[in-house]
């Protein structure tokens, strides 16, 4: 698969680069979380999973609770999962189907469009306080069945924020067929912006990680920024068989890789319809979580899309090595930032964003 190449409106430079403070101050960390997470698109979950009345998953954005669910009149929506009356966190449970939600505190109903049903602690004339008492919504939008949610009431919409990324993504046929099959966390100890930046660059790869350098044409390897995003590709190479795939019969021979603005990763593997999005979400200062999601056609995996998924488990075990390895690095006095080479562009794109929110 060939790209046109993207012209970077932004024409960002090599001037500056993140000095290693960024990966290590728990400071830098509590205003990223205000003024990056918690103003922009972050993904929470697909329509899948809440494909009947009265289903609903929770998450977790910016530090803050989120539920989303289907509602009677068939419309999804997003609240913060928390209880109007005395702030207790209202649904406990990540995923279910319910006809109405309560608070396990005093027992407060709220109906699935986040009115208030009944509190009971309220009679009489106390009713007429809580009359208006529903739950407090959440900016929400989907596209390509993805849900995305936005604590900032003032941004941008979801289809402005990220150029003509949901129109190429959109070019995939399969996309409606698949659903939520699959997901696992790991934790591991770097900071958030390190597995980025591992992301944003294939030059590792010949070192690092031997079977995806097999499998995929790296001289046609390119990596091109976009408006808050950016996109990597390359066709897996002809004389090389892609686990148990005939590459004749796939829906996609070449490789995806997108990065959205700030920590979302979407990969489109060669062989049968497939996704799977990578999130990067911080703990603390030095220690992040990886969620890992795949979206196929069925629960039950073909022989193919198991194999895919276990090449994809060595490819990112490798990264997560190299990143535990940097963060020591980064602790170091030896040095307080680092170098950019011409390859690197996407990288640039990151920290460059990640100043600006800033304020930097």
């Known amino acids: 698969m060939t790209y046109n190449k ?160 949901f129109e190429r993504l959109g070019k995939n046929p399969f996309l409606s067929e698949l659903k939520r099959t699959h997901q696992k966390t790991r934790t591991f100890k770097a900071n958030w912006k390190a597995f980025m930046d591992n992301y944003l660059e294939c030059d590792h790869c010949h070192v690092a990680h031997p079977s995806f350098v097999a499998a995929l044409d790296m001289n046609d390897y390119q990596i091109i920024t976009c408006e808050n995003y950016s996109i990597q590709g390359t066709v897996v190479k002809p004389d090389k068989k892609y686990g148990t795939v005939n590459l004749n019969e796939a829906e996609m021979q070449g490789g995806q890789f997108y990065w959205l603005w700030p920590n979302l990763m979407l990969t489109i593997y060669p062989g049968p319809g497939n996704m799977a999005s990578i999130q990067i979400v911080p703990i603390d200062h030095e220690t992040s979580m990886a969620v890992y999601t795949y979206y196929f056609r069925d629960e039950n995996l073909s022989q193919a899309e198991k194999d895919l998924m276990e090449f994809a488990e060595q490819v990112r075990s490798e990264d997560i090595e190299l990143v535990e390895l940097e963060q020591i690095g980064f602790r170091s006095r030896a040095f307080n930032k680092g170098r950019y080479s011409s390859s690197e562009k996407a990288i640039v794109q990151f920290h460059e964003m990640v100043l600006e929110a800033l304020n930097e």
């Open 6 to 165: 993207v012209q970077n409106a932004t024409n960002r430079t090599f001037e500056r680069t993140l000095t290693y403070d960024k990966y290590t101050d728990p400071k830098v960390l509590e205003k990223e979380m205000e003024m990056v997470f918690a103003k922009s698109w972050q993904l929470v979950g697909h329509v899948s999973q809440v494909e009947k009345v009265g289903d609903f998953f929770t998450a977790e954005v910016a530090g803050e609770p989120i539920i989303v669910n289907r509602g009677k009149d068939e419309v999804v929506r997003a609240f913060y999962n928390v209880c109007p009356h005395r702030a207790t966190k209202l649904e406990k449970n990540s995923a279910g189907n319910k006809k109405i939600l309560q608070c396990s505190y005093h027992g407060w109903t709220f109906k699935l469009d986040g009115q208030l049903n009944k509190a009971p602690n309220f009679r009489g004339e106390d009713e007429n306080c809580v009359k208006d008492a529903c739950l407090r919504s959440v900016r929400m939008e989907i596209l390509e069945s993805l849900i995305f949610v936005n604590l900032d009431d003032d941004a941008k919409p979801l289809s402005e924020s990220y150029g003509d990324f």
